[in-house]
């Protein structure tokens, strides 16, 4: 995995932000969902060093990059404060524009990042989300029981920290294996690669305050952005898995289009991973769109 590639680690403010660089072109940015690391594009990864400079990176939280202690208003995993670090990860890198392609918790980095700093961002793909603040708005019965995590990881520390990491597998196997694919997607290695971060020190707290913060300042950011008419305004590619909860419970290219200005996307034939579950459709989707 990553064999066009060699490790890189990055001071970004209070934050080092760990991840892999490898290729040439315009440059790219990779961003990774939940409970993963920038591993989730290990199928896909060589291929794109053919026609880009790829940079593919933990979140703050995540993966092998830092962890800090969360705050009482749970900023310090903002995504205001996690799309900062992706910024200052690209400008150390010389990239000050660049391309970006995200999945999940990533995708609402990605998201954040479009607004805060609109001029960095060529074009952007974001996988299988809807905007944070319509879905918790639009939260029902069935939405809550699949995205039961949701809701159990914003519950006030440590009670979800000490559940979790009395067996961070079997979080993982609920979680990740529970969808429609079960686990077949996910590499031996790549397995290893997750189930091994979880266990890393402080990964699961700073995995529930990503969600705190999700729940929380993130949702008044997103509310002073609507009253103040803020939108992306580079043009967004959202796909989503057909097999998946956020295209049957929501309307992904509606609830796009009421925040950015430019928005195109379809459903894609697996379910919510799609860089494992679908990588050379969507291989095939981010050659044809960041360009």
Not at 12 to 36: E, K, V
Not at 105 to 123: E, Y
Not at 223 to 243: A, K
């Amino acid at each position: 995995m990553f064999k066009n590639f060699h490790p890189i680690r990055i001071q970004a403010g209070s934050s080092s932000i760990a991840g892999h660089i490898g290729g040439s072109g315009p440059p790219l940015l990779l961003l990774h969902g939940h409970p993963q690391t920038h591993m989730i594009w290990h199928k896909i990864a060589d291929a794109l060093t053919a026609h880009y400079t790829v940079v593919a990176t933990d979140l703050r939280g995540y993966g092998a990059s830092s962890k800090p202690q969360g705050q009482a208003d749970h900023s310090t995993y903002s995504k205001r404060a996690m799309a900062a670090d992706q910024v200052a990860v690209m400008q150390s890198l010389g990239f000050e524009s660049f391309f970006i392609c995200a999945h999940d918790r990533g995708a609402r980095v990605a998201h954040r990042l479009c607004l805060d700093s609109p001029a960095a961002i060529r074009k952007a793909i974001l996988l299988d989300i809807a905007p944070t603040l319509a879905m918790y708005e639009q939260t029902n019965r069935t939405f809550a029981t699949a995205y039961f995590h949701w809701f159990f990881l914003i519950q006030p520390y440590p009670f979800p920290e000490k559940l979790i990491s009395s067996d961070p597998d079997a979080y993982i196997d609920a979680v990740m294996g529970n969808r429609s694919a079960g686990m077949t997607p996910f590499t031996p290695e790549a397995q290893g690669a997750y189930r091994s971060a979880l266990r890393s020190e402080g990964a699961v707290h700073a995995m529930c305050e990503d969600y705190r913060a999700s729940a929380t300042i993130d949702l008044d950011h997103d509310r002073w952005d609507r009253q103040q008419s803020r939108r992306v305004t580079c043009p967004l590619h959202v796909l989503w898995g057909r097999q998946g909860i956020v295209g049957r419970l929501f309307d992904p290219l509606r609830e796009w289009g009421q925040v950015a200005e430019q928005v195109s996307g379809h459903a894609l034939d697996c379910g919510h991973y799609i860089p494992e579950e679908a990588p050379d459709a969507l291989l095939q989707e981010i050659r044809a769109t960041l360009c």
